[in-house]
């Protein structure tokens, strides 16, 4: 049977024939849209993040994290052409309205057009960051992209250069949509949606979160804006300021990453699941049918008996392959805090791993935790993506209480460790921060402490941490925060670390499967393997064996010696 491995990153939809969907198992998948199968499938190398169909619906366009976009016939997904010239993520590519051109948004701050024979044709750099999002301006040959970098950029191919640049106040804008009539609308991490006609800009208060995708219908004049606040909204734009005739909450399988507009007044929906789900805007109804979990893990915990725990995208908690709980949500994280073990994923709530139980309920989806005792008491703080650590106690009857919310970061928290009396943490701003864990005072936060999205971090003892990112840099910090650098094997972004109890070994592991280890006292990288070709999305060391377990989104659990 077709269907996805792993969570569904992207989807788009041709009329009401076709709707294809890109994964983080590496798929590509087109389905018939009357009867929801499954018609082909094609694989990238590594993460397939977004797709498109072109306007006459015969080819699709996707783009991966194998640093590539490339073009498929319709509907049995031949390759036609690989666009590779790309030094880092592609995270989204777009068919010119009328000529044979593609454009493709990288995360090595480059935009690029590229036509159907894979020839490139211009490269635009300006961008100081990575570039999230690209679209053609209609009725010209020019391109608008958004960036980390808090701008918007015009390029031209006429001039072969930038045209205009729209500062969007430093604040980070992951998507964009371009009418036939000119008007840029974005979507920022403030949870804004902005309307830029001409020379004005009108501000509206969208989400309570950042707005994650924009998808318009230029035909309809209507807009959909997807946030981790978990709510769809759907605008009618036929008038100078955006007006709200729709919203709803997401099921918890839909992830609001990506959406289409499909047949009728249907869109359909990236999820966690082994398919897509429909939503039909006119009679405010969800498809109702099952969408299949998989199997990925996202978060690995061997216990002291030697068995190990694992959590994924289902949200399913298994003891060495044996159903635990459900929790409902997908979720990213295994911390032991006294008697529980706490998760919690997209739906922002904490759980107890071992009993499915909710133990807290926050606003934003949660990516990270970790536990430590002070003044006698056993706390964790829980990283969330809108930046805050939740601080929560643990209680005399087995229970959580939320204390209050460190502010740790401006923005999504992507690992938090614990060493010595510092309480330590990265975001995806590439930014670190130090609390002081006797007092819960801040003590500092480095604004670079790397030069690409810091992915995680564990502590080594006495005050020492490391930390890993997607400038493929293991960095090592010490209690004064003197960071020593540590060029890594990996080739492609490195997702996780971990490390022995004595923090000696340090662990990292990356998106496209591989898994090294470095020894500090020898400084050194003493193990390089690849046990899978999907991305490890999780380490943890083993102290019973002495070893790593290396979790992947193929839904594996892979031992790692050291």
Known sequence: ???????????????????????????????????????????????????????????????????????????????????????????MSVFHPTKEWIATASRDHRVRVYDFSGELLATFTGHTADVISVEWARGADELISSSDDGTIKRWSLESGGLIADLDMNGVETDTIAISSGGTIFAGNDDGELIVIAGSGRTVVPAHGAGVKRLVLDDGRDLLVSLSYDRTMRLWDVSGDTPSQVDATDLPDDVWPRS??????????????????????????????????????????????????????????????????ARTGSLCNFLTPLGQLVLSGGQLGKVFD???????????????????????????????????????????????VEHVRDLPLHANAVKGVAVSGDFLFSVAADASATWYRI?????????????????????????????????????????????AENVATPHTHSVKCVAASDDGRLVATGSYDGRVALYDRAEGSWTVDVRPTTAGISCLAYDAQRKGFVAGSYDGRVHPIDG
């Open 1 to 91: 049977m077709i269907q996805h491995l792993g969570p569904i990153s992207g989807i788009a939809a041709w009329q009401d024939a076709y709707v294809a969907t890109a994964g983080y198992d590496n798929q590509v998948i087109c389905w018939d849209q009357a009867t929801g199968k499954a018609l082909s499938r094609s694989l990238h190398d590594h993460l397939a993040n977004q797709c498109q169909f072109s306007p006459d619906g015969r080819y699709l366009l996707t783009s991966s994290s194998d640093y590539s976009a490339r073009l498929w016939t319709v509907p049995d997904l031949r390759l036609k052409a690989v666009f590779a010239e790309q030094e880092d993520d592609v995270e």
């Open 438 to 482: 006797s007092t819960l005072e801040p003590v500092a936060t480095v604004e670079d402490a790397h030069e690409k999205i810091a992915n995680g971090c564990v502590g080594l003892a006495d005050g020492w941490f490391a930390t890993v990112s997607r400038d493929l840099v293991l960095r090592l910090f010490d209690p004064e925060r003197h």
């Open 353 to 399: 791993a071992l009993t499915g139980k909710e133990l807290y309920q926050h606003h934003s989806p949660l990516n990270c935790a970790v536990a430590f005792e002070r003044e006698g008491e056993r706390y964790a703080v829980v990283g969330a993506y809108t930046g805050e650590g939740l601080l929560l106690r643990l209680t005399a009857d087995g229970g």
């Open 259 to 324: 959406c289409a507009f499909a047949g009728g007044t249907t869109l359909v929906f990236a999820t966690f699941g082994a398919r897509y789900r429909g939503y039909d805007y006119r009679t405010r109804t969800w498809e109702t049918a099952e969408v299949a979990p998989t199997g990925g893990v996202n978060a690995v915990l061997p216990t002291d008996s030697g068995e190990v725990l694992t959590v994924g995208d289902a949200g399913e908690v298994r003891r060495d392959g044996a159903l635990v």
